[in-house]
């Protein structure tokens, strides 16, 4: 069946510091999704990347899909303490098909 | 206003009782799902509906069954409660929307039930 990886599962960040982190699946996807769960809450939806090579910006937040839909990778600038948190991408092989959730890549800043 | 709303919030209970949790959304959304949550934040999809019919049913203990009185409300019952059910379970719902770069089909989440089997 269809799997997503993400890597890191743990990034521990120096308030300030850059960092990406990646999602792999090991089917072609027909689009990829990023969520984030702040602790204690739930996954809120953060973007959906379509095109091969896609690349979106939300603020210090860059997100991108890779040529062969089969990767994708979230990179924070400077980040911030409300940048803690679980990152998950989530991966459709099809329109209309299950999302499949990678283990998400949890976030802890150091002020 | 809560767009995906599930009760109870908490859930402690002792092995071998039969729960109920409740889920709705006010949003018009045509598919809800149940999501299970472990202890290492992976998150898993159980069921999902579509205007109240069963469309993806994955390998979950016949112990949970889902039941959809309307395209609204996605309740979840389990038998016979194990230890290994303690978990988070969380309530989506989606939408097909058309768009520029594509259908695209946001999920949005319940806050959760955290259920506890002692």
């Known amino acids: 069946g269809q799997q997503v990886m993400q890597i890191p599962q743990y990034q521990h960040v120096q308030e300030g510091e850059d960092f990406t982190t990646y999602c792999n699946s090991s089917t072609t996807l027909s689009n990829i999704q990023w969520y984030k769960q702040r602790p204690g809450g739930h996954p809120v939806f953060l973007i959906q990347?379509?095109?091969?090579?896609e690349v979106k910006k939300q603020k210090r937040l860059t997100f991108q899909f890779g040529e062969a839909k089969k990767n994708s990778s979230l990179h924070i600038t400077a980040t911030q303490t409300t940048d803690v948190g679980t990152y998950f991408c989530?991966?459709?092989?099809?329109?209309?098909?299950?999302?499949?959730f990678g283990g998400g890549t949890r976030v802890l800043v150091k002020p | 206003d809560t767009a995906v709303s599930q009760t109870p919030k908490y859930l402690v209970t002792q092995m071998g009782n039969d729960k109920s949790i409740k889920c709705e959304q006010n949003l018009g959304h045509d598919t809800m799902y149940w999501y299970k949550q472990d202890s290492k934040k992976f998150l898993k999809i159980m069921f999902s509906y579509n205007n109240k019919e069963l469309i993806i049913n994955e390998t979950v203990p016949n112990r949970f069954s889902p039941k959809s009185p309307d395209k609204a409300h996605l309740n979840l019952h389990i038998n016979s409660l194990e230890l290994g059910d303690s978990a988070v379970y969380f309530c989506a719902s989606s939408h097909l929307l058309p768009g520029l770069a594509g259908l695209q089909e946001t999920q949005y989440f319940g806050p959760g039930t955290r259920l506890l089997v002692l």
């Open positions: 990347l379509v095109k091969s090579g």
């Open positions: 989530a991966g459709r092989k099809a329109a209309g098909n299950k999302l499949t």
